[in-house]
């Protein structure tokens, strides 16, 4: 068996470990990644459309992922949040708070692929399509990893190719069941919403150009999402158990089912794409680092989307490990996975961390809520956001991804 060894190998391909790669090329480590193409679905064919926080547009700018994108991010200029049968509304402008837009819409695979544009033009990357195993500590303190290539040719007849990794430090991207991080024997906690968001897109008769629409029910989000070419990515947050009926409903009576949802803020819903579906479920891992080995993104921590911060959280956890190996290089110190640097990344995710998952999970719950206390709670809160200017930048600041110490590549001024 082959036997390779590196500073840092990246464990996952998904849109962290590919941004991961990418933000480490530039500090002259040896790394690795290797990912099993075995995500909910495809990269590049993703049909999801992601709300990306002005923290990471920033971020994918500088590494020039979106000049990859084939079409550019929609700005997200205006906010328009209301809760199904409570008083009031959340109106935001970006102007308001000093800005020309909160973030942009992408489409996933379009990110996906973008991604991936950018890790294969990476000169020194090593990158393997295949499976890693964790295979324990070597003698000399890294961790083993067994690589199972895959055989991109089915023509072919020859066997898979096994690597054995040696890395100081592994960093875990694979995803919301890491292989890696129940192999370290970490635990995770665990929620089941009992909700199905239905995601696809949607023409709407007369929205707002530049607004993103999220309406909140007991089920779950009603989203409108502005795209490129006046249309919208569109999310309606189901009752699990209702999901595959509503699933089955040609395009009309889904059409008549989301304009029910969503209201009449934006006109009337005039054509539906195609609709995929994704059970939401949270997953917070108990530690996000054991001996030489660090968890990122949904291995982390897997979040509810209504406040669209999976993806921008995970992006910052990388980009903030990226910060702390480039710290302690400057510094004269080499290894990439010494203790101090783990304990010293927990400390440094540790606001942003806890804050996304309150706001994500809290929202998710409270939102959910039908008790007559929480309706009243819900549209004070509209009224007094309304009213507190402050408040307002406080959550909007949050939204946008500057939360705790923000990483290096994040910030608006770098
Ligand atoms: C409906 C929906 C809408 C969302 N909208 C937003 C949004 O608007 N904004 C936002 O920020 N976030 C959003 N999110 C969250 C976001 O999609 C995720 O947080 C993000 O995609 C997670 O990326 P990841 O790279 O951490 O994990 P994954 O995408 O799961 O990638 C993990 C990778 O690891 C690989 N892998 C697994 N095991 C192994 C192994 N043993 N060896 C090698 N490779 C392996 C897999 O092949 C995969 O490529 C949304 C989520 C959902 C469900």
Redesign the pocket.
Known sequence: MENRDFDVVV?????????LACALAPLGLAVGL???????TP?AA?P??????AA?LNALGRLGVLARLATPPTPIERLHVSREGDFGVLAVAARDVGRDAFGG?VL?GDLGAALQQAVAALPDLVSVR????AAGMADDDRRVLD?LGCIDDPGTSAAASVQRWRARLVVA????????RAAAGIGVDTHDYGQT?I?TSVRMASAVPGMAYERLTSTGPCAL?PMAGGRHGA?MGVATDEADAVMALDDRAFAEAFQRRAGWRAGAVREVGSR?A?P?RRLVATSQVAERLVL?????Q??H?IG????????RDALSLVDLLAETRSGGASDPGAAGLLSSYVERRCIDRAETLAFSDGLARVTASESPWHRLGRSLGFAAMNLDAGLRAGFVAGAMGFRGRVPTLARDVA
């Open positions: 464990v996952g391909g998904g849109l962290v470990g590919c941004s290797v990912d099993a193409g075995i995500g909910p990269l993703d999801r459309k992601l709300a990306l926080a990471s819409v996933a295949g499976t890693a195993t690589v991207a694979d995803g919301t069941h890491s292989p890696l968001l995601v999402l999310l995929s994704w939401l990122v993104g949904n291995a982390a897997t979040i989307p669209a911060q999976g993806f921008n959280l995970g992006l």
